[in-house]
């Protein structure tokens, strides 16, 4: 396995019960790890055993405590795939005409434009995508997704923003949100962000007409938890 761990302990299930508790979670916060070969998932986590999309992962983590790993193959959709690394960009996606057809845009130059603009890591990069809730993760994570209200999300943006300060900038299109938006620019950008979920991973992975979706680099998550009763406790907090 990897010896890519966070050089600062955390002790994962004791974070998880106290984001849980605090903000009053439907479900657990996720922890999702990329994968590039094979030999770097842990021992004993077992393969997927159906093709569903990476939302609906995240689901079965987040509300039906799942463990599990999941390489290209078991990844139903294939801009969620691409975005995380495991497959490379199919011509339609590219070209535009798939979201055209879709009728998420006015053209197919239009979609074009948002799918160039789209997070994704490099193809080849992933063998495979390993979900598990936070507090019983086996691995160290590198993305934790929470799927919460917006009134938590508040909170927890709060929370991002309560050591240094500063301004948040979430990147989304309304295409792609727990894939690109909360997994693959979280990631890359080693920056919390924050989405408004889309059609797909509302349709497929249960995330409710009042709830957002927010992806954080899992080395954020110490600051987050020691702010967090904090911010909810201030004076000024509704």
Not at 33 to 55: S, Y
Not at 89 to 104: C, R, V
Request: hydrophobic share 40%; with cysteine; net charge positive.
């Amino acid at each position: 396995m990897s010896t890519d761990q966070t050089k600062i302990a955390v002790d994962y299930t004791e974070a998880a019960e106290k984001l849980k508790k605090i903000l009053n979670l439907k479900g657990s916060p996720v922890a999702i790890r990329f994968a590039p070969t094979k030999v770097d998932i842990p021992a004993g986590m077992v393969e997927l055993d159906k093709t569903i999309r990476h939302c609906s992962m995240v689901n079965l983590a987040r509300t039906e405590g799942k463990i599990f790993y999941a390489p290209a193959d078991k990844h139903e959709c294939n801009g969620g795939a691409w975005s995380l690394g495991l497959r490379g960009i199919t011509p339609t996606l590219k070209n535009g005409e798939f979201y055209f057809k879709l009728g998420k845009f006015d053209s197919a130059a239009a979609c074009k434009r948002t799918i160039e603009r789209i997070p994704h890591l490099d193809t080849g990069e992933t063998y495979a995508t390993l979900y598990a809730p936070l507090e019983k993760t086996p691995f160290s994570p590198q993305v934790i997704v929470i799927v919460t209200t917006p009134r938590n999300m508040l909170k927890l943006a709060q929370s991002s923003l309560f050591r240094l300060g500063g301004r948040i900038h979430a990147e989304f299109s309304g295409i792609q949100s727990v894939c690109a938006d909360a997994t693959a620019q979280t990631y890359l950008s080693g920056q919390a962000n924050f989405s408004l979920g889309c059609d797909g991973s509302r349709r497929f992975s249960g995330i409710g007409d009042d709830e957002m979706v927010m992806g954080f680099p899992a080395e954020m998550l110490p600051e987050i938890i020691a702010a967090l009763s904090i911010v909810i406790g201030a004076a000024g907090s509704k």
